[in-house]
């Protein structure tokens, strides 16, 4: 694009730069694959499907079985792994998705939403292939799980906020903390466009149903109508100011951005400091610096 200005002398300088920042880069993924017990050639390995099941219209769970005796690592509750799939031009394409289900050692399940375009934007091609033509029996490559957006074990109260796919991490965290006999009080609000649409659904109220002090509260755009026997459905968007909610709590928030945007606003408003506001966005976060002007709980 720059023509004659790149001179020798300029193409060396962006030559050098270009590597300085690749071996910044490739260093950062050592770091964090020591950071999780796990050796650069060990990341990947392959899964066999064992099921799909289609979710909602757009939406399709993979339960994927692992095809080799090693040892499974274990998620924890709200992590995610990198599916990397061969796409038709020959080249790998990673993509990311939440863990919905806790591990038991042989399988691991997660949920894909088929992108779709409009106007000038063309459909997902990864999710498109994915939802379309893997089929149980096929094999996918994997990553080890990843993700610093995870429970924590303080046995505080928790507050579980999503919308549209962004269920899938709460799914997860459900699972574990079903599997672990979880005692604590634990609150699941959803906004979606409407129930059918509102993808795992049954297992997520299956799962509050067996907490014992678990609650489910819905918001659908398109009216309140329901089947699903939530402990409460409202119409339009999602409103804190809709349910009580308990003192002292941690709140995981996930959904689009301008939803998490919005629900964090009204949460900071009712005084829930931003420390006790789990999130994560893909890409610059813009309220880290809340966090770090934020007073010390123990100031």
């Known amino acids: 694009m720059l023509g004659d200005a790149v001179t020798a002398e300029v193409a060396a300088a962006w030559d050098e730069v270009y590597w300085l920042m690749a071996y910044a880069l490739v260093n950062q993924e050592r770091g964090l694959y020591s950071a999780r017990g796990v050796s650069p050639e060990r990341v990947w390995r392959e899964w066999r499907v064992q ?3 289609q979710e909602t219209e757009d939406v399709v769970t993979f339960v994927v079985r692992r095809t080799d005796h090693r040892s499974v690592r274990t998620s924890l509750p709200g992590q995610y792994v990198t599916v990397k799939v061969p796409m038709p031009d020959g080249v790998h394409q990673p993509r990311q998705y939440s863990l919905t289900r806790a591990d038991d050692g042989e399988t691991r399940q997660f949920s894909v939403r088929r992108v779709r375009g409009g106007g000038e934007r063309p459909d997902g091609e990864v999710s498109t292939l994915l939802c379309e033509t893997v ?4 094999v996918l490559t ?10 924590d074990d303080s046995g505080r109260p928790l507050v579980f906020v999503s919308a549209g796919i962004g269920v899938t991490p709460m799914a997860g965290m459900l699972s574990h903390l079903v599997a ?6 634990v609150h ?3 906004a979606d466009v409407e129930e059918r649409t509102f993808a795992l659904r049954e297992r997520v109220l299956a799962d509050v149903r067996r907490l014992p002090g678990g609650t489910l509260h819905t918001w659908y755009e398109r009216g309140a109508e329901s089947t699903l026997g939530a402990d409460g459905v409202f119409e339009g968007l999602l409103d804190v100011d809709d349910v009580d909610l308990p003192d002292g709590a941690g709140y995981y928030l996930c959904g689009p951005l301008p939803f998490m945007k919005s629900v964090r606003s009204a949460l900071l408003t009712h005084g829930v400091p931003a420390r006790d506001i789990q999130y994560e966005v893909f890409g610059p976060d813009p309220w880290a610096a809340d966090l770090v002007t934020e007073e ?3 100031a």
């Open 188 to 190: 699941v609000l959803h």
């Open 135 to 138: 089929q149980v029996g096929d």
């Open 142 to 151: 994997m990553s080890v799980p990843f993700g610093d957006v995870v429970l």
């Open 180 to 185: 672990a006999g979880s005692q604590l009080e």
């Open 296 to 298: 010390s709980p123990d």
């Open 51 to 53: 099921s799909r099941r």
